[in-house]
């Protein structure tokens, strides 16, 4: 985008649409020129990327060798690609073919004395169009669709939104990509630079922007991928989600999953799937010191700081002590777009398996919160409760901490509704005491006038014991 100048007098939505030898990438950019007398910068935004590690101009090469060695074999009976020298000839005439025909509809592949039999030596010779090139590859042209589609969502665009599409790469040549452009965009693609010199004229600039030479662009990149840290059932909490712009900040407030807990340890990933584990672990860290308290209490903020040069800073902090721990991750984050896409590629493979996992670890959360709430109310309220009263509830917790250590989800939804019904009967139990309770008090000196004040005394103990909305 640097190199073709965009954004020189009016902002525009880009796409850049880069096709290499081995990878495809796709950036949706905002690209907006100075605004007004006191600014003097043109902006760069990145807003979304995706792509395909296995989707490339060698890919094209491989269907034509396939083809041209299937058809030579029909006709002599002999598998060139069983030959290692034969191969590599066809390798070349074939990429040779390929880029010809970017040019032509039609083009010749020869190959004297590619091979040998009994009977002498053997010729390849054949002929091939551009359409039979792009019938050949209609597989992999499609395969262009998913990622820009994706990228145009997770930057909330529709095609029409881009002002302009950028080609970048040697395989953007292919009349064919081209077309598969102009049909997903609804515009011809900018075709002002060469696409195999393109990057180079970026990266210069984009070198001396970032040396301080040139101080008349801002270039604003996005996280590839989500970073967050791992919470209760080795779940993946995100606190920055992919394509975020940086510079970038983001707190959350989390708390301790034991009772008397005096430290927490922080990890921090880097990923798209639901389960930390599945994720890239960047690091980790202690904060010690916490005061012991039943779990739920201490509130513990953990923040996350990337800059411009995408170092991140994770820090965390004690609400209640102001004790702070603090790590930077320099490096870690820096991945290569064959790594990035590959942990796209993974989430996206894996994300009904996950989502199964992610709804069994919440489960298992939640029947164990249930279980802590519930026995720490009949703790507060054992004076209130009689033995028969105390009996299902315990024997209810107790299943359902045994279940919760199986993998049913059916059977711990279950055990849940049991426990909550245990529950309902607990608090109209203890509901009944108090009405009771605040009736013997205003029946006391009041007299007859205390059945008065029970109602609304009564309704107000609902509201709040069960947060029941009521209609105006």
Known sequence: ???????????????????????????IMEVAPPQGADEEKTVFEVISTNGDTHLGGDDFDDVLIRHVAAEFKKQNGIDLTQDVMALQRLQEACEKAKRELSTRSETDINLPFITADASGPK??????????????????????RGPVMKALEDAKLKPTDIDEVVLVGGSTRIPKVQEM??????KEPHKGVNPDEVVAVGAAIQGSVLSGERKDVLLLDVTPLSLGIETLGGVFTKLVERNTTIPAERKQVFSTADNNQTAVTVRVFQGERAMAADNRLLGEFNLEGIPPAPRGMPQI??????????????????????KEQTVAIKEGTALSEDEINKMRRDAELHADEDKQRRELADLRNQADQMCFQLEKLM????????????????????KTREVAKGDDVAAIKSA???????????SKVLYAGAEAGG????????????????????????DAEFEVKKDD
Do not use: W
Request: hydrophobic share 40%; net charge negative; charged share 25%.
């Open 439 to 462: 009736a013997e008090d205003a029946a006391g000196p009041a007299g007859p006038g205390a059945g008065e004040a029970a109602g609304p005394a009564g309704d107000d103990a609902i």
């Open 1 to 27: 985008a640097l190199a073709y100048g965009l954004g020189k007098n009016k902002a525009e939505k880009v796409a850049v649409f880069d096709l290499g030898g081995g990878t495809f990438d796709i950036s």
């Open 379 to 398: 703790e507060e309220h054992a004076d209130k409760l009689g033995e028969a009263d105390k009996e299902p509830l315990a024997k209810a917790i107790e």
């Open 123 to 144: 010729h390849l010779q054949m002929s091939l169009t551009r359409a039979q090139f792009e019938r050949l590859c209609d597989a992999l042209f499609e395969r262009l």
């Open 181 to 186: 452009c102009k049909q997903i965009f609804g």
């Open 301 to 322: 903020e953990v923040k996350f700081d990337i800059d411009q040069n995408g170092i991140l800073n994770v820090s965390a902090k004690d609400l209640g002590t102001g």
């Open 416 to 426: 849940i509704g049991e426990l909550e019904q245990a529950s309902h009967a607990l």
